[in-house]
């Protein structure tokens, strides 16, 4: 059995920050460490911000790039989403998304809520 558990929303005035962390827990020995962050704002669908591959590698989408930091903790099986200069726009709820690879994630939480207003 596989849970993912996000943490770290919020509300925040636009320029603020937040720091949204990825915990998964199992009941076998896989470290999931391929892991992504998703955001899906009112009325839109679910969108790929940040990704981590199983080697550490990230990428971001065009939306988030230079203002978002995807980083992991291999010891405590976490990966976080520091999240600067935001902005209304980014209001939504946060996924993390985690699996064996990055073509193969396919464990969900059940999101956190980012607020983003003055």
């Known amino acids: 059995q596989v849970r993912v558990v996000e943490s770290g929303g919020g509300v925040v005035q636009p320029g603020g920050s937040l720091r949204l962390s990825c915990v998964v827990s199992?009941?076998?020995?896989?470290?999931?460490?391929?892991r992504a962050w998703y955001r899906q704002a009112p009325g839109k669908e679910r969108e790929l911000l940040a990704a981590?591959?199983?080697?550490?590698?990230?990428s971001y989408s065009d939306s988030v790039k230079d203002r978002f930091t995807i980083t992991r903790d291999t010891a405590k099986m976490t990966v976080d989403l520091q999240m600067n200069s935001l902005k209304p726009e980014d209001t939504g709820i946060y996924y993390c998304n985690a699996g064996p690879a990055a073509a193969d994630r396919p464990y969900w939480g059940q999101g956190t809520q980012v607020t983003v207003s003055s």
């Open positions: 199992t009941t076998n020995n896989f470290n999931y460490m391929a």
């Open positions: 981590i591959t199983s080697g550490g590698r990230p």
